[in-house]
């Protein structure tokens, strides 16, 4: 069932080694099929290498496996918590991407000091407290503070990022880690200055409306 | 039509993932056809690893679009700008390549710490104020400020660089990352001294005849 | 003889060229067979590009060659000494992987800043003293100093880790540069809080007992 | 004509690129054929992907071109001299690798702060002063400075190192990258204590004498 959604989700796994989002067996992808409101998800503890479309689990929206071999992701109850809470979202991506982490690990937003966050994420990367893993707590915190983002960084942990689609949310990821890395490397040499607020709002919707193709 | 400048500027193109120099869709490279005034620039928002020769773009000076299947790079004003006030560019290159971009991030020069500066760029590499994306403005302060450099760090932005070719302009960007990486590692263990102007000028010159084959 | 074991070992050795953990011929696995109590190890100063399954050295617990054309690796008696006296292990790894090491070069224990941490390594990683290479020292100071931890930062020196496999020993390592260089770009930004040692046990235990397939 | 040192020269400037020490078309290893005295070198500005052992330039001690169908390195000057004056060195490395080229940014030399370091350089890394390129101004500080190391940082420049052969001076130059990595992680989070003359002299011994295969 879902063949072609868990073809979807596996391929945007596979985008996290790819962009060195991800080490071992760390972070996961899922999606929403709107239709039924399963989700597909990445089994929990699988190599990466190792990983083929039909290893994705499919479970309903209350954790109970509809489909699959494995065992799906220690983090599925806070994929869950949110797709419950927010009908816009049909995927979500969770990393451990270094640069991003090290503002996750102290608890500090991101500010707007690029266009790049301006563009991608509309806003400051907000932050959310420390929550346990596993439960729903994680998800409960990531409903409270993300906000409009399609990404927050929770405190002693690590990303998630949220997107319309699985793909939307792993780009998210991506530049993400991206803006982090440039950031950071700019707080060690000095204290850059903040985009307006204003000009931010008018840099991230001419992004949404003229980037790409139609 | 200018199939060979196409195959050149796709090529140039697939040069900034190849260099680690951009993420995702981001970063661009143009190339003026000098017969025709026309100017080759890439898709916006195409996946790199997608893209090819034919998908290219064909404007005029005045961004009218002479042939190509989908809508320009985003960035195809500043390109044109630069393009109709220097003549002697004909080829243009935008990254957010990281360490470059957190130098811009704080609208920081780089001062000519390196050999390498002074071969590759011959002086400092120049910053240009915060300017909108998508109209004039980001063309008119990189013509403003750029000098007699390749280079330019845009202010809260990125990197644009020029070049009498597309890929005299892709080397700039890769060379640029590549000395700003070093330089930012150099300072953050001390304040490297700044090679004298007179010096910088000789090896400049001597590198831009001594160096490579006729 | 031992086949599958040199196999295995051969696989986990070349992982930390994969995962960037080592540099020319640097870096070593070893892992015990249970049943003869040998020890399968990395040869001396081969490239991991040209080295073999049938390379791998087998070596009894005093550090007789039992077969193998090659030298054993020079850490074979920091290997034995850490088999003989933890009978609980039967892999162990040794690197210089960047992160690790810069912890290492000061003493400098890594705290449990990151969820990751709680959940692989239980606690801090500990640090112990520096110790001759070549002879037992090094392997005294693991066994003084690892306690419960699979990784220890050998002062002035790098990592060792241990597993109840190669495979184990070889994700501890991989595991261990992640944390390093997230913990290491935090620590530039900022003070990270640690997580609650209460909390840090939970977590380790959930992550022992739920995280993968049966 | 000297047809196997130029496949093996060949084979070593193209470990320049496979371990990120170099960029574009920077860098250059050269050999001397011990019974004709001959130098064969990379040949100027050649990208690494297009360079075949065929391209590498076979010259006199005196610069004279003996054999090549190209310009031979800018640097070609700095080896010659080199070579004069040291009649154990046969191979000669130059790169601009940007944690080693931090330190030469800044004129600092590398403390013995890793047991790597004692192994594979016997003492600290030594500077040596500004020197301009082309002439035999380089090669002179660095003959002054060198001394006993296989490797020496040349200020606001980058890395020069050496060896009995080719295949050892690319060897000092991967490791001094990486063990500059190191310390520079190191440094950005404390002093490291220096390992004492004495043990570093008897881990060098060690090394040179027990490492690897005979």
Redesign the interface.
């Known amino acids: 069932m879902l063949e072609k959604l868990k073809e979807r989700v596996y391929k945007m796994n596979m985008m996290l080694p790819k962009?060195n989002l991800v080490?071992?067996?760390?972070g996961n992808v899922s999606g929403r099929d709107v239709e039924t409101g399963y989700v597909v998800i990445k089994?929990?503890?699988?190599p990466y290498e190792e990983m083929q479309p039909e290893d994705m689990v499919v479970v309903d929206l209350n954790g109970n496996i509809i489909e699959g071999k494995?065992?799906p992701s220690?983090d599925t109850a806070t994929h869950l918590y949110i797709y419950r809470h927010r009908s816009d979202v049909n995927g979500i991506v969770h990393t451990?991407s270094?640069?991003a982490?090290?503002?996750a690990?102290?608890?500090?937003p991101i500010p707007v000091?690029?266009?790049?966050i301006a563009?991608e994420f509309g806003g400051p990367i907000p932050v959310g407290p420390?929550a346990?893993?596993?439960g729903e707590e994680i998800g409960e915190a990531v409903i409270k503070y993300i906000g409009r983002s399609p990404a927050i960084l929770m405190k002693?942990?690590?990303v998630f990022t949220i997107g319309k689609t699985p793909e939307e949310a792993v780009?998210a990821a991506?530049?993400l880690e991206?803006v982090a890395?440039?950031?950071?490397?700019?707080?060690?040499?000095?204290?850059?200055?903040e985009?307006p607020e204003e000009?931010v709002k008018?840099?991230h919707e001419?992004?949404m409306t003229?980037?790409?193709?139609?």
């Not at 690990?105 to 500090?108: E, F, I, Q, S, Y």
């Not at 003229?210 to 139609?214: A, H, R, T, V």
């Open positions: 962009n080490t071992m067996t760390s089994p929990s503890g699988i494995w065992k220690v451990h270094p640069y982490t090290s503002f690990a102290l608890g500090k000091y690029l266009t790049a563009d420390y346990k893993i596993g002693n942990h690590g780009k991506v530049m991206d890395k440039a950031v950071h490397l700019a707080l060690l040499l000095g204290e850059p200055e985009i000009e008018r840099a001419r992004y003229k980037y790409g193709q139609n």
